[in-house]
T-cell receptor, first 115, second 109 residues
Framework: ETGVTQTPRHLVMGMTNKKSLKCEQHLGHNAMYWYKQSAKKPLELMFVYNFKEQTENNSVPSRFSPECPNSSHLFLHLHTLQPEDSALYLC??????????????FGNGTRLTVT | GQNIDQPTEMTATEGAIVQINCTYQTSGFNGLFWYQQHAGEAPTFLSYNVLDGLEEKGRFSSFLSRSKGYSYLLLKELQMKDSASYLCAVRDRNYQLIWGAGTKLIIKP
């Protein structure tokens, strides 16, 4: 399997639930990202890991907790979410954070619905 | 603040040519990207411009003018499969990617 794989594709959870999103990349990249995509809005960067170290946390509420055990895997742990957190959550990877023309490679995303 | 502007939606006819514009105001500039995103799928990389001018890649071309803060994506010989959203993103001086909200392109037969 190649590219960036995200599971699950769809997730419905109540506000009191705890769940985790998983991302795996098979591209040998060193940087991994979590983005939130809401309808008709620009992609919102949530977290960045470069060589397994978290380098950015863009004022994301603590109900979202990232984990990067190695350069190939990235998790997003969710707890006590709010309905406004419903969105498409995209994982991406790149060779290194911020290197020139190195593009991001995205997974297909997890469509999250909070009820 | 930093901002990327692109039209929300465009409609074009199969076989025709369409130009999707992107204007940006960012703190510095370290390259501009175009991505294609089909509904329910991952954004996929189309092109990268860092110097002024036109980059051609098959039916798709991307143009950049840094002095004008302007880029466009040109799609020729449109096919139905080109119906998608097209995302413009600029890397600023800190190598942060600033994203536009995307342009939804509808292709009609």
């Amino acid at each position: 399997e190649t590219g960036v794989t995200q599971t699950p594709r769809h997730l419905v959870m109540g506000m009191t639930n705890k769940k985790s999103l998983k991302c795996e990349q098979h591209l040998g990249h060193n940087a991994m990202y979590w983005y939130k995509q809401s309808a008709k809005k620009p992609l919102e960067l949530m977290f960045v890991y470069n060589f397994k170290e978290q380098t950015e946390n863009n004022s994301v509420p603590s109900r979202f907790s990232p984990e990067c055990p190695n350069s190939s895997h990235l998790f997003l742990h969710l707890h006590t979410l709010q309905p406004e957190d419903s969105a498409l959550y995209l994982c991406a990877s790149s060779q290194e954070r911020g290197t020139g023309g190195s593009p991001l490679h995205f997974g297909n995303g997890t469509r999250l619905t909070v009820t | 603040g930093q901002n990327i502007d692109q039209p929300t939606e465009m409609t074009a006819t199969e076989g025709a040519i369409v130009q999707i514009n992107c204007t940006y105001q960012t703190s510095g500039f370290n390259g501009l990207f175009w991505y294609q995103q089909h509904a329910g799928e991952a954004p996929t990389f189309l092109s990268y411009n860092v110097l002024d001018g036109l980059e051609e890649k098959g039916r798709f071309s991307s143009f950049l003018s840094r002095s004008k803060g302007y880029s466009y994506l040109l799609l020729k010989e449109l096919q139905m499969k080109d119906s998608a959203s097209y995302l413009c993103a600029v890397r600023d001086r800190n190598y942060q990617l600033i994203w536009g909200a995307g342009t939804k392109l509808i292709i009609k037969p």
